[in-house]
């Protein structure tokens, strides 16, 4: 069965760098992209862009360019999403979530990893 | 991008269908028939519940379904059950991206 699972919960202070993992299973991993959601406390799903594993290629908001990389590591199955200059409202749960072969949806979603930027 | 539009809030008793809708530019939602729907009850990962607009997983209840008529797509659930409980969020294709609606609480009252 196919499964997203990603790293654990983060605490970093203002400034800092964080990188979240997302290791899938239970599928072909370069054969999906892969996309990056966040949600900020009581707050909405915002996008934050993708990556293709087959060739690493990647597409990112523009809100988010110039802080994230989003990387793969295909001998293990595993997506990156590192977020730099970390700011306080950069508090959120971070997701990873499988775009469908069939069209431009998330059939699969990691469970989440909590990233607290707090000083 | 700026978010799809989506009502903050939604109520309906058990047995009751709601419509939630989500309004965008003919950038996204009118110009894709790429919008799909998911459901989240608190301190959960994002469900699909409809996909390509109308499209239902498998293992959705066929008492959610999809439409779109220009630039507003929306969600319908009939026969409210308590579970439905949770909130709602469009999203849509646009330009190599994706963009989200604003998420709709749904109260089953």
């Known amino acids: 069965q196919v499964q997203l699972v990603q790293s654990g919960a983060e605490v970093k202070k203002p400034g800092a760098s964080v990188k979240v993992s997302c290791k899938a299973s239970?599928?072909?991993?370069?054969?999906?992209?892969m996309h990056w959601v966040r949600q900020a406390p009581g707050q909405g799903l915002e996008w934050m862009g993708w990556?293709?594993?087959?060739?690493?290629?990647?597409n990112y908001a523009q809100k988010f360019q110039g802080r994230v990389t989003m990387t793969r590591d295909t001998s293990i199955s595993t997506a990156y999403m590192e977020l730099n200059s970390l700011r306080s409202d950069d508090t959120a749960v971070y997701y990873c979530?499988?775009?469908?072969?069939?069209?431009?949806?998330?059939?699969?979603w990691g469970q989440g990893t909590l990233v607290t930027v707090s000083s | 991008q700026s978010a799809l539009t989506q009502p903050a809030s939604v109520s309906g008793s058990p047995g009751q269908s709601i419509t939630i809708s989500c309004t965008g530019p003919?950038?996204?939602?009118?110009?894709?028939?790429?919008v799909s729907w998911y459901q989240q009850h608190p301190g959960k990962a994002p469900k699909l519940m409809i996909y390509?607009?109308?499209n239902r997983p498998s293992g959705v209840s066929n008492r959610f379904s999809g439409s779109k008529s220009g630039n507003t797509a929306s969600l319908t659930i009939s026969g409210l059950q308590a579970e439905d409980e949770a909130d709602y969020y469009c999203?849509?294709?646009?330009?190599?991206?994706?963009?989200f609606g604003g998420g709709t609480k749904l109260t089953v009252l």
């Open positions: 003919s950038s996204d939602v009118g110009g894709y028939n790429y």
């Open positions: 979530a499988r775009v469908s072969s069939s069209g431009w949806f998330s059939d699969y």
């Open positions: 239970g599928y072909t991993f370069t054969s999906y992209y």
């Open positions: 990556i293709n594993p087959n060739s690493g290629g990647t």
């Open positions: 390509d607009v109308s």
């Open positions: 999203s849509s294709y646009t330009s190599s991206s994706t963009v």
